[in-house]
């Protein structure tokens, strides 16, 4: 079992840094059991810095928590290739984003499957979102913090930035600093 601050470190330093629009986390009940509660204090300390907590879903073993930022959520949701993708699966673009969350927290809820279009919630490429649902997953150029199909060198170059910043803090985090003294404070 992680700390929450490890797990956080471990799972969405690239997004508390500002290098990434979202990650999402599952988080074990047993032992996260207090994960609503938690969050709330995250949420009140990273305020400033535009940071977003939410539980996507929850089942009986786990929730699924995106840590977000909504400012860029907003502008890689924006584009009119993001919103060509999410209209085929009835997203209701005219509403803001806490009816796009919604949308998305009830397809992830509904499904067998991840609904595959949450890549845009995550900040991936719009090429390499439609590539996975066209493909379904196979044929990919290259393979990291997501499947590849488009520009694999950009890629290459933003999952080692994402290595980077995450081993750091974990390293932080693991010799005793908190989550919030290195990224809220």
């Not at 750091?168 to 919030?180: H, K, N, P």
Request: hydrophobic share 40%; proline share 4%; with cysteine.
């Amino acid at each position: 079992m992680y700390s929450f601050d490890l797990l956080l470190a471990e799972h969405s330093t690239p997004v508390l840094a500002g290098l990434k629009t979202a990650n999402l986390i599952s988080c074990r009940k047993a032992w996260y059991p207090n994960l609503p509660q938690t969050i709330e204090i995250y949420q009140r300390a990273f305020a400033k810095q535009g940071i977003r907590f939410r539980i996507l879903c929850s089942c009986d073993y786990r929730f699924l928590l995106l840590v977000y930022r909504p400012d860029r959520l907003l502008r890689d949701l924006g584009t009119k290739e993001a919103r060509t993708l999410l209209k085929q699966f009835d997203y209701p673009m005219h509403k803001g984003m806490d009816a796009l969350l919604e949308h998305l927290s009830k397809r992830t809820a509904d499904q067998r499957e991840f609904p595959h279009e949450i890549g845009l919630f995550l900040g991936y490429p719009v090429e390499d979102v439609r590539g996975f649902i066209e493909q379904r997953g196979k044929d990919c150029k290259f393979s990291g913090y997501w499947k590849v199909y488009g520009d694999v060198q950009a890629a290459r170059r933003l999952f080692h930035q994402y290595d980077r910043c995450r081993d750091t803090a974990r390293g932080y985090v693991e010799r005793g600093m908190t989550i919030l003294e290195l990224f809220a404070a």
